[in-house]
């Protein structure tokens, strides 16, 4: 069987200025970065107002659901209906690249190239926000440094530095230390880039004014009388947005068969809103007939923050909505070993299927057409996918076995004449709560309506954290909750369809650049660490450029 | 009158294609990223031997000395004469953007282009290497937290994290803190990236085989029976060769002349070896008739770096040197203050021109013909500018008064003309030390004969390393010594050429995959600040791309 870098690397690819006019992008809106790569100028020149399909998933599993090899496989699958259509995707993380083996480019014969560039660095946008928010922190200790003119006390300082790699290390640090001409000594710490909420501002904006409106927004702290400084008070808008203006255009590859795809911003969607760039959507809606984007992890994470943050940035709602599932990991969440998945377990099967069954119920109060891939795996017997059938068929809404990671978009075709028909509707958009609710409100109806918790319990830092909120009136924002992908509760062990469970909110931070509030719950971290076998230990690239163990 | 990038901006600049044309570079060979920057893939199909030029300065000053823009100005006055030329340049660190106005890209019509992004990332080189280099730090400090198998004393490690900003807070830090999951505490610190060992390996490695094999030399500390742990001990070196597979590969872009110029790699040469990458000056060997390269701050750091240690790891010694100077420059060297730079003062500028006269002996050692441009200032006096050309005439060598900032090529044809025949030379090349010289002696070798100090002392701290360095035989590599590039001693205030002076070592560190020992003198920091008012506060960008502030 062939690795999927082999698969990649065989494939006969196209130039990229193919594959852009296939959409009809001509060439001075296009900037190539190498023959496979190209960054797209605003504004868009495309005036098509595509159908939108949102592809989101069940809680992932280490048994792994293959969202993005279905978000993939079905671009695929629409090209092969001959139907004009996009791929909305986010661009992966070095961190966990570097850490556990698994990229973010799909797999098999559903993948986008090349696959070792956009894994890597691929067009610079993740180095850029990494230097623009470490810019900002340099500029803020600078400033303290020289005469603190704004006042502000270093140890109220939140906006933390970051890199993009997973370094526990930096997690808990002391800045400052060597004496009067190195800085102000204080405590500080470091996320990775994809949390950062400049990651945020840059995959919800629209231009580069929005993006200089939203980065001047930024609270990076407080002065001595506790009020908020930001970046426009520290007169830095500028130069951020100069240091973003490349990484703010969208970037088009290709996936194996040739299908557009725009692969932009990723912000995690356990610890941020988890979806690629409004720009690369709106690229997809604008230059095609059906644009596919995929949300982070499951549909309680970044299908929900999809719906209730980043559709309504974007302006636009989903058309439909497909939910991805597979065997293994239902049996996975019906307590069956990781090791163990191969054999058929029927049973274990359904006892896991509530999972799936509370996404399909949680997606649908949305107003929108739902539908649900099962992405088959080889060792997924027929009596399981009959169960699993019977079972969707039952929540009240159509499911398709689709086998793309084998087959490419052939694998699909049969989901994708679905969603065309599914996309044909005037179904009004239900949002799960308004802006402008009060903040326990919203808090309780994605925990209630989304997780099915039974109640949502605030430390008391973030009940202090609320009523300053309140008196400042940025509790009429959006939330954005920061969650364990593993489990519709803030447990990552409680897997299938737990009720009755309370959702504990450790603390609130105001992202007013990004637009929302965060909430952050359990035991969350911002900055993941390296396993005791990093991938990195298995990578290699010879003089001609083979590369081996890059997944 | 137009500012830098106002010029920039309005010039019109050819397709990367063509100038890649010029050098009879194919489609294939390259990998454009937009329409006016490429990379050029490895091996090189060029086949050319020619000339090299070396561009080097007096000490540099407030004043500005304008040595880049001289050697852009000169391959424009090369093409001028209809001789095949192509530039090898250094690329910008984004810290010293951020912090202090001026690019370095040159000025005026001697112009690399497109500066702004030159300036801002370029093809991402420098964010590959800062990714490599934190990607091994959180490497070692992974292997310690999983149960360091390697025995690495936590307390010996020497492989500091880098940014590219010039970040003053971060230059002593404690990290680890947090608890048991968050790592192992220790006292670490930030460098630019420019001072990374990996910039420097990078600019001395000569395909993807060199390179990997200098990695896996590094030391990044020591185990707890003092013996040093390399990043081949790690098993790290494939993984960090994967991060630099592109950033290895040379960049082409055009001065506004469109004459080809490979701008790639960056260390400083205060504080490392100071010159473009041996790849880029490569290129510009195999592909033209003429390669002019330049090397960073004055003769006595990058030029003296360059003829050590570079020229000897690209295999080939410059045919000809050029020493840039300045009447503002030696008139500050004369102890005329900044702001009365404009008033014309010949007795300054035969006191400050010593400074020259030292530097021209110096590379006049070196057996290859030196002949010195006048980089001439619209405040420059006729009766300076004779002044200056006699006090030059009677130092046995040539000069020649150049005008490029205002003309272009066209201010530098007359200096093209002489160095065409200069390069017409078998003159042996006379090295300053052999690498198998005592240490001492070689450390005696630069202090004296280019410097011209009386003596170097070592510190008890550096008396310690280099007993530790005979040891272990690595006191047979050359020695790359940081100092201030103000000035002869390792004091920044001693201007002119000072004598009978002690130069002060601090410590010495083997950097085995670069291959030399840094010899750290005065004071000189490896992690830069920003100044009270950084160049970022008047950065701004508007939605139409229009760029203010930078520069």
Redesign the interface.
């Known amino acids: 069987m062939k690795t999927d870098i082999e698969i990649s690397q065989s494939a006969q690819l196209q130039n990229i200025n193919e594959i852009a006019a296939q959409l009809g992008i001509n060439e001075d809106q296009l900037?190539?970065?190498?023959?496979y790569k190209a960054?797209i100028n605003l504004p868009f020149s495309g005036e098509k107002n595509g159908k939108l399909i949102l592809v989101t998933s069940i809680n992932p599993t280490a048994a792994g659901e293959g969202k993005t090899t279905l978000t993939i496989g079905l671009g695929d699958a629409f090209k092969r209906i001959n139907k004009s259509c996009a791929i909305a995707l986010r661009e992966p993380s070095?961190g966990p690249v570097?850490g556990i083996k698994g990229g973010a480019t799909g797999g098999g014969y559903a993948q986008v190239a090349p696959m070792e560039?956009i894994n890597?660095?691929f067009?610079?946008d993740f180095?850029?926000i990494?230097?623009a928010h470490?810019?900002l922190?340099?500029?803020i200790?600078?400033h303290i440094?020289?005469?603190n003119e704004l006042n502000i006390d270093p140890r109220t300082v939140t906006w933390k530095r970051v890199?993009?790699?997973?370094?526990?290390?930096?997690?808990?640090?002391?800045?400052?230390?060597?004496g009067r001409?190195?800085?102000?000594p204080r405590e500080d710490g470091f996320d990775i880039t994809v949390a950062s909420e400049i990651m945020a501002i840059l995959c919800l904006s629209n231009?580069?004014?929005d993006l200089k409106q939203r980065l001047s927004k930024i609270i990076i702290g407080y002065n001595y009388d506790r009020e908020p400084v930001t970046v426009g008070d520290l007169?830095?808008?500028?130069?951020l947005?100069?240091?973003l203006?490349?990484a703010i255009k969208p970037n088009l590859v290709q996936t194996l068969e040739h299908t557009p795809a725009f692969v932009h911003g990723g912000p995690f969607a356990n610890i941020a809103h988890g979806c690629n760039s409004i720009l690369a959507t709106k690229a997809a809606i604008n230059y095609s007939d059906y644009a596919i984007t995929e949300a982070g992890f499951g549909a309680d994470l970044g299908g929900e923050k999809f719906l209730d943050i980043t559709s309504k940035a974007l302006g636009k709602r989903p058309d439909a909505i497909v939910v991805v599932a597979t065997v293994r990991a239902l049996k996975l969440n019906g307590g069956v070993a990781k090791d163990n998945l191969d054999e058929e377990n029927v049973e274990a099967l359904l006892k896991g299927a509530p999972n799936l069954g509370r996404h399909i119920k949680n997606m649908k109060q949305y107003g929108k057409p739902v539908v649900v891939a099962i992405n088959k795996f080889t060792s997924d017997t027929e009596e399981e996918i009959n169960a699993l059938t019977d079972f969707i068929s039952e929540q009240g809404v159509k499911s398709y076995t689709t086998t793309v990671w084998e087959n490419g978009g052939a694998g699909a075709t049969e989901l994708a004449n679905e969603l065309v028909k599914a996309c044909d509707n005037d179904d009004p958009f239900i949002p799960l709560y308004n802006d402008e609710d009060d903040f326990m409100v919203k808090l309780n109806s994605v925990v209630k309506k989304i997780y099915g918790g039974k109640d949502v319990v605030l430390s008391s830092k973030a009940k202090k954290q609320l009523t300053e909120l309140k008196k400042r009136g940025w509790d009429k924002l959006p939330i954005c909750i920061a969650k364990t992908q593993y489990s519709f509760t803030d447990d990552a062990k409680q897997l299938g369809a737990p009720k009755d469970f309370t959702i504990n909110v450790r603390e609130l931070q105001p992202k007013l650049g990004a637009g929302f509030i965060v909430v952050l719950t359990g035991k969350v971290l911002t900055m993941p660490?390296?396993?005791?076998h990093?991938a990195?230990?298995?990578?290699?690239?010879?003089?001609d450029?083979t590369?081996?163990?890059?997944f």
Chains 1, 2 share one sequence.
Do not use: C, W
Request: charged share 25%; hydrophobic share 35%.
């Open positions: 900037e190539p970065y190498g023959k960054k070095l570097m560039d890597l660095f067009t610079g180095p850029a990494t230097e470490d810019t922190s340099a500029l200790d600078n440094h020289h005469g890199v993009d790699i997973n370094d526990r290390e930096l997690r808990h640090v002391i800045v400052g230390l060597g001409t190195s800085g102000v231009n580069l004014d007169k830095v808008t500028g130069a947005a100069l240091l203006k490349d660490g390296l396993p005791t990093p990195a230990l298995d990578m290699d690239i010879q003089n450029g590369i081996t163990g890059l």
